[in-house]
């Protein structure tokens, strides 16, 4: 069953790291783009494990270059999250 499709509008959240430190708090959780418009969900094919594909699902989302530019700042330092909307 797919989670996603084509057409539906999500949420997407940077999902903060927990410092290595003992005493540090985690980084909250922060709104990267708002109301993205999924615009294509790739086939997933089962017999082609990857390190990628391990990690999360790829999908095509339709946004601002502003929240592209946003959008790819924060999954270089903690991981993506979307919620439908």
Same mark, same amino acid.
């Given at each position: 069953? +797919? #989670? #996603?499709? /084509?057409? &539906?509008?999500?949420?997407?959240i940077?999902?903060?790291? *927990?410092? +290595? /430190?003992?005493?540090g708090?985690p980084v909250?959780?922060r709104l990267?783009?708002?109301?993205?418009l *999924? +615009?294509?969900v790739?086939?997933?094919v089962d &017999?082609q494990?990857s390190?990628?594909?391990?990690?999360?699902?790829?999908?095509v989302?339709? *946004?601002?270059?502003r /929240?592209a /530019?946003?959008l790819a700042?924060?999954s270089a330092v903690?991981?993506?999250a979307?919620?439908?909307?």
């Open positions: 069953m +797919e #989670l #996603l499709r /084509t057409g &539906d509008r999500v949420d997407v940077a999902a903060g790291a *927990v410092p +290595e /430190t003992s005493g708090s909250q959780a990267v783009a708002r109301h993205a *999924v +615009e294509r790739p086939q997933r &017999d494990v390190a990628s594909s391990a990690r999360g699902a790829l999908i989302l339709s *946004v601002p270059r /929240t /530019t946003m700042g924060a903690s991981p993506l979307v919620t439908l909307c």
